[in-house]
């Protein structure tokens, strides 16, 4: 669910009861489209989090930091210049849509009070964050639209500021009964289309909401419905209505019991899922907080390794290509044998040959049977067997020289799955640097120099605890599962990977204890999980101990050989075990 009006309205009442009348104290830009500012409050300081991001806008009250750029992008030396200590006088929503405006009084360059107005439009794609004067003229954006993107609106420094109007649509705050009733419901689709399509602020979710709080089908023709059917449905709107404009909120999330992740949130009480599990939150933030922080964190992940994928995309592609070119003449190669067949035939039978013969048909002493050999007329048959020695004897030096071009052109193939299967899993920074630099390592990419303390800097193994108590680690590159396997491992810990598929290396730590069956099952729904076939329902893995587990002499990282195991399916998931941290 992205955020509507009706949840903006619970977040601006929130932000009037905690940061109304607080002093801006810092501001930085974490993210490309991304605003962290830091409000000094009787209560303490609160940290605002807002990101403009296309796929992921939010807003919303947290308690987490996030490093700032070690050089601020313009926009934000731009905020900290105007209003860097300055006191948010005023928030307001703009009627009921997804934009939110902070009033903010400052001194400017002269000593005198002044103010700005900094809003926040949380509308999917159109997203943006936008600095404006007392006047209301645009001083600066964090993301700029010229009118060959938009042309309904610039969003340029020295444009006004307005929102867009929504055709058709109204404030549902206005909406009478006869409104209601008259103009929404007598529209030629469906009750549910109609309330989405008549008022500003009303997602999917809550317009179902209001249908299923009048037992009227969301799909039901508005033609289809009766006196009674129309007073259930305005007032399950206007007493939903009633409640968002007096505050009288219940923050909460739906999860689904199937996957156990959440499924929908919203400030009020969602009926229509009364019978599925709900948990319910003190303040919106800390249920946007729930719903999108590993959201957010994943989107920015992805967006940071866009290069590294394309980089891997690419020499995947490139690696494909070689290795298919080169069975292909391996398999061109395989008709030598063919040829020294019929230089020994000529040598045996060549006498019987008579000059400017195009070809010879002799008896084949290997089997028996007619052979009929293609010749050069202007060639002796001496010479015909020659240059079919020189065929044959080419043929199989390309043959040998292929054999290994194509084991080289298998390993690094398999190399780059396996780094692209680690970029899938990464979820830091930290894990971005060591698959760059195993990029750099094996020459897909250049060596950039960086300072002594990055370079030191390296990510960690994941380290889990399972419902029994063990110890599991995981690794989520190819020095990490190195490193686990064959450094950090003891020879009675138990060993778990994909069978056939990329993934990493999970190891059980026994301290000579046996393990129970089912601790085995959570590290093999653990090996599932961290690997490419997440999002799969079923994956097998190979299980054994690690004193078992061998690495091949001049073997890349993380690839190793084991002859004996044990196998079972498991379900890609993480319900049975507890992230510690990273070990």
């Not at 030396?77 to 006191?87: E, F, N, P, T, V």
Request: with cysteine; glycine share 4%; proline share 4%.
């Amino acid at each position: 669910m992205a955020l509507d009006g009706i949840s903006i309205h619970a977040l601006v009442h929130e932000f009037n009861e905690k940061l109304l009348n607080g002093k801006i104290n810092k501001i930085s830009q974490p993210e490309r489209e991304e605003l962290l500012i830091t409000i000094n409050t009787p209560d303490g300081n609160k940290r605002l989090l807002i990101s403009a991001n296309a796929s992921l806008p939010f807003m919303y009250l947290t308690s987490d930091n996030k490093p700032a750029p070690a050089t601020a992008p313009g926009f934000c030396m731009l905020l900290r210049k105007h209003i860097g200590a300055g006191r948010i006088i005023e928030i307001s929503q703009l009627g009921l849509e997804r934009a939110v405006r902070f009033k903010i009084q400052h001194l400017n360059e002269m000593g005198d009070i002044t103010f700005k107005y900094l809003y926040v439009e949380i509308m999917g794609k159109h997203s943006n964050i936008i600095f404006c004067n007392e006047d209301n003229m645009i001083l600066d954006s964090i993301k700029h639209i010229p009118a060959s993107v938009s042309s309904v609106r610039e969003v340029l420094p020295g444009r006004d500021y307005f929102i867009p109007a929504q055709e058709g649509k109204i404030n549902p705050f206005e909406a009478t009964e006869d409104y209601f009733k008259n103009v929404v419901l007598k529209q030629s689709n469906s009750v549910f289309k109609a309330i989405m399509s008549s008022f500003i602020g009303i997602s999917p979710t809550i317009a179902n909401e209001i249908c299923y709080r009048a037992s009227i089908d969301s799909d039901a023709s508005n033609a289809s419905l009766f006196d009674e059917h129309k007073d259930r449905l305005y007032a399950a709107f206007s007493g939903l209505m009633d409640d968002i404009n007096n505050n009288n909120y219940s923050y909460n999330i739906v999860i689904d019991q199937s996957t156990d992740k959440p499924l929908e949130y919203a400030p009020i009480p969602l009926s229509m899922y009364a019978d599925m599990e709900s948990k319910d939150y003190p303040t919106m933030s800390q249920v946007l907080v729930e719903f999108y922080a590993k959201r957010n964190a994943y989107t920015n992940i992805r967006q940071k390794s866009s290069d590294l994928r394309k980089i891997i995309s690419n020499h995947i592609e490139r690696a494909s290509k070689k290795l298919d070119l080169q069975l292909k003449q391996l398999k061109d190669t395989q008709k030598r044998d063919k040829y020294k067949l019929y230089g020994e035939m000529l040598h045996t039978y060549g006498y019987s040959a008579k000059p400017q013969d195009k070809s010879i048909t002799v008896i084949n002493y290997y089997d028996n049977n007619e052979l009929t050999i293609p010749l050069d007329p202007d060639l002796s048959a001496s010479e015909n067997a020659k240059k079919y020695f020189d065929k044959y004897a080419k043929l199989k030096r390309t043959a040998e020289a292929l054999d290994t071009y194509i084991e080289q052109s298998k390993q690094e193939l398999e190399l780059l799955k396996s780094i692209e299967a680690a970029l899938n899993i990464a979820e830091n920074e930290t894990d971005l640097a060591d698959i760059r630099r195993e990029l750099s390592d094996h020459g897909f990419i250049k060596k950039h120099a960086g300072n002594k303390k990055e370079k030191s800097k390296k990510s960690k193994p994941l380290h889990f605890i399972d419902d029994n108590g063990f110890d599991i680690y995981v690794g989520k590159n190819n020095y990490q599962n190195d490193e686990l396997t064959f450094k950090f491992a003891t020879g009675n810990d138990w060993w778990f990977h994909t069978k056939k598929i990329h993934g990493s290396h999970v190891i059980v730590k026994t301290n000579g204890k046996e393990l129970p069956d089912s601790t085995y099952e959570y590290a093999a729904e653990l090996a599932a999980y961290y690997s490419s076939g997440r999002d799969t329902d079923k994956v097998e893995i190979d299980y054994l101990q690690k004193k078992n587990v061998k690495k091949p002499a001049s073997s890349v990282a993380g690839f190793v050989v084991y002859y004996t195991n044990y196998s079972l399916i498991a379900t890609p998931t993480l319900e049975h075990v507890k992230l510690v941290g990273e070990e």
